[in-house]
């Protein structure tokens, strides 16, 4: 079955950028889209972007609109968030999962195969 391990997460103060990774392992590649979603302790989680792969495209969350981008790597296996101009706000535990629909639903209903997720802090 797919794995998702997600990394490069870390610590940075406001306005600084980060670059998260979600690797897929496993030879079969049953789905359609890959979303990213965080939650802070005591929230609930919440969908980020997500990457349909049929046309290639994206969504974001009014939030993070002009600030972060999704985009997949070279092969299906990898989707990176490039996050930049980072607020305090944007810290907490980011997951990446497969939407085996490609229906990109914030909710996060339909996505399975959750990773271990990624620490993001951003403080001064």
């Known amino acids: 079955q797919v794995q998702f391990v997600e990394s490069g997460g870390g610590s940075v103060q406001p306005g600084g950028s980060l670059r998260l990774s979600c690797a897929a392992s496993g030879v079969t590649l049953d789905y359609f889209a890959i979303g990213w979603f965080r939650q802070a302790p005591g929230k609930e989680r919440e969908g980020v972007a997500c990457?349909?792969?049929?046309?290639?495209?994206?969504y974001l969350v009014d939030s993070v609109k002009g600030r972060f981008a999704i985009s997949r790597g070279s092969a299906k296996n990898t989707v990176y968030l490039q996050m930049n101009n980072l607020k305090p706000e944007d810290t907490g535990v980011y997951y990446c999962?497969?939407?085996?629909?490609?229906?990109?639903?914030?909710?996060?209903?339909?996505?399975?195969?959750w990773g271990q997720g990624t620490q993001v802090t951003v403080s001064s």
């Open positions: 999962a497969a939407d085996r629909k490609g229906s990109c639903l914030r909710s996060g209903e339909g996505y399975y195969s």
């Open positions: 990457f349909r792969y049929i046309g290639g495209t994206t």
